[in-house]
């Protein structure tokens, strides 16, 4: 059973945030307010991005993919943004190397055991640049969920 459940009120299409600190800020005042995460979220996924960087490099399309403890959660959830202009993250692979990305798909877990196999199924899907573009140029919500649910 899949474990992705995107639904069309969590895409977020042509956002602009000028840094990386004010798409945090937002994004975890739209999950307060939809009661999808506990006080302490926006210190944690900053704090755990400073540490574990989630830019991933794939090529021609890059995103990326933030996330932090299942105790600040209060949902399992995916969440995407997909950005007019790119914002700058650190690469998960090379905390020294930064990676553009217009695609941030962000991961939420209430419990720890559903992680990996969340993070398993995305991966199979982001690594395919077609996927990634379909994203990038979708004119709408729709057109974002067709190309999770294919």
């Not at 990386?20 to 006080?39: A, D, G, H, R, S």
């Not at 992680?115 to 990634?132: A, G, H, R, Y």
């Amino acid at each position: 059973m899949s474990l992705i459940k995107l639904e069309e009120k969590y895409i977020f299409l042509n956002q602009s945030f000028s840094n990386q600190e004010e798409y945090f800020q937002k994004i975890t005042e739209k999950l307060m307010t939809e009661n999808m995460v506990k006080e302490g979220y926006l210190e944690s996924i900053t704090k755990r991005e400073t540490t574990y960087p989630t830019g991933l490099y794939i090529g021609e399309r890059s995103i990326a993919i933030p996330h932090t403890d299942y105790q600040l959660s209060n949902v399992t959830a995916i969440l995407v943004s997909v950005l007019k202009d790119s914002l700058h993250f650190q690469r998960m692979d090379d905390p020294e190397e930064m990676v553009s990305v217009n695609v941030i798909i962000h991961l939420l877990f209430d419990s720890p055991d559903k992680q990996p196999q969340l993070l398993k199924e995305l991966m199979s899907k982001v690594t395919n640049q077609d996927f990634l573009q379909a994203i990038m140029e979708a004119k709408s919500k729709t057109e974002v969920l067709t190309a999770f649910n294919q």
